[in-house]
């Protein structure tokens, strides 16, 4: 069992930068893949970025490819999501998840923790 709690969410105007985290609770934290995830009104919630338990890979969704970034610390129980150069449509609730078996590429469907969420809000 893990749980997850989002953190860094808030109001950014466009081109500017958030950091989120995920913290985690649990010892086996480091055998997780872990994604981040977002879901704007209306819309399904899809994966945006995603890491491995070694952190030697990483998944980007094309809409975020050089502009966001995934790390993990696993002595910290942390993954931190760098969003830069932010536009109007990155405005969603962003999820962080773990999947215990570290399926890949990762989806929604395949992650078995999810956190509550954070509101990340990019005005024009």
């Known amino acids: 069992q893990v749980q997850l709690v989002e953190s860094g969410g808030g109001l950014v105007q466009a081109g500017g930068s958030l950091r989120l985290s995920c913290a985690a609770s649990g010892r086996t934290f480091s055998s997780y893949l872990i994604g981040w995830f977002r879901q704007a009104p209306g819309k399904e919630r899809d994966v945006v970025a995603a890491i491995t338990r070694s952190g030697l890979l990483t998944y980007y969704a094309d809409s975020v490819k050089g502009r966001f970034s995934i790390s993990r610390d696993n002595a910290k129980n942390t993954v931190d999501l760098q969003m830069n150069s932010l536009k109007p449509e990155d405005t969603a609730v962003y999820y962080c998840?773990?999947?215990?078996?570290?399926?890949?590429?990762?989806?929604?469907?395949?992650?078995?923790?999810w956190g509550k969420g954070t509101l990340v809000t990019v005005s024009s």
């Open positions: 998840a773990a999947d215990v078996e570290g399926r890949w590429p990762p989806r929604n469907v395949d992650m078995d923790y």
